[in-house]
């Protein structure tokens, strides 16, 4: 887990390539955010255990997969936990003034922001928070509220109420 636009990916080609780790494809299935049902590419069990096609049966590698979401997700982690309780995070941070105005152009251009200028995103966040301004091509509202997706303290304090803090790994990019 970690920030959308923070190195996930390559952190993922990197762990993809060892030859101890089954990595998903795709790199974000999304299954444990029930609370981000647009994002979830595998919505089913069978599904997410298909993303883990290299697993070579060997019972010895350990299985990684990438979705972003579950750092922001207040279903995500409590149900990695709930179905693997000595589950490992690498959450990979980056300055969440460059993370953020990164996200906002990865918003536009998929369609889910219609706000062109990040400072006119930013200050539109009070009003989306009301349900006003939300372009109907959102499949998230909560991701354009950028101060709360950025806010890494917050969110890392979070995650250390689910998981013990030598099950977590944080790395800033």
């Not at 000595?86 to 990865?106: E, G, M, V, W, Y």
């Not at 930013?122 to 009301?130: H, I, L, S, V």
């Not at 354009?144 to 304090?157: K, P, Q, T």
């Not at 013990?164 to 800033?172: A, E, H, Y």
């Amino acid at each position: 887990l970690g920030a959308a636009n923070s190195g996930t990916t390559a952190l993922s080609l990197w762990l993809r390539n060892h030859p101890g780790v089954s990595f998903s494809t795709p790199k974000g299935p999304g299954y444990f955010a029930f609370d981000f049902p647009k994002y979830r590419v595998a919505d089913s069990w069978e599904k997410y255990a298909a993303c883990f096609e290299d697993d070579d049966g060997s019972g010895n590698q350990i299985r990684g997969e990438g979705s972003t979401w579950y750092l922001n997700s207040m279903d995500a982690v409590p149900r990695i936990l709930e179905s693997r309780p000595a589950a490992k995070f690498i959450c990979i941070l980056r300055n969440p003034i460059d993370q953020i105005t990164s996200f906002h152009n990865t918003l536009y251009h998929q369609c889910n922001e219609s706000i062109k200028h990040f400072e006119r995103a930013w200050n539109a966040q009070e009003r989306r928070k009301k349900g006003i301004d939300i372009p109907s091509s959102c499949r998230e509202p909560t991701f354009l509220y950028y101060g709360d997706v950025s806010a890494f303290g917050r969110l890392i304090e979070r995650l250390y109420t689910w998981a013990d803090r030598d099950q977590v790994k944080v790395i800033i990019y």
